[in-house]
């Protein structure tokens, strides 16, 4: 799968901030409790939402529900300036009911729903194997040549199939959308 740079750097940022925020310096395992006090700074984080986007994202770990696939790979090619608004992505994404109840923060912010979109690639970005997990950008380049390597072959590979269908779903989709294919 192809990754945006924009996204491709703030895979590891996004990472890094869930990794910082997972044990204490005794190791023990502390995520669930400063997320929660993350979330209670939702107020104040908003601020850094366009500067740091991966240090306000943390408070969506866990919070959303992908639907389509095919939809988010698709958008984590997009760069930020073409990225859709939030409410198209209704379709792909779902909300966890105690993120929802976050959004009105969100949204009240002139690049909320910019955002959340933001939000929602990242998180499917670190929660979905194949997605560009906590690969090395080392990894990455090797996947490249292997996606390219995949698509000039002729195996018939079942798995190539089924990403390149969902390639195609997610392109058609975002035209749906309004926006250009990038083929």
Known sequence: ??????????????????????????????????????????????????????????????????????????????????????????????????????????LKQPMGAWFLSVAAAMEYMVGTPGAGGAASQDDDAQDEDKDADDRDSTFGDEDADDARLREEAGADWMAEQGFDRKD
């Open 1 to 106: 799968m192809s990754i945006s740079p924009f996204f491709r750097a703030l895979r590891s940022a996004y990472q890094a901030e869930i990794d910082d925020l997972t044990s204490d310096s005794e190791g023990r395992d502390v995520l669930r409790k400063r997320l929660a006090e993350k979330r209670t700074e939702l107020g104040f984080l908003v601020q850094m939402m366009e500067i740091s986007p991966e240090m306000v994202a943390v408070v969506f770990h866990q919070g959303f529900k992908f639907k389509l696939p095919a939809v988010m790979e698709q958008l984590l090619q997009s760069e930020p300036e073409d990225l859709p608004e939030w409410d198209t992505l209704g379709d792909a994404v779902q909300l966890q009911p105690w993120a929802e109840a976050l959004t009105p923060v969100i």
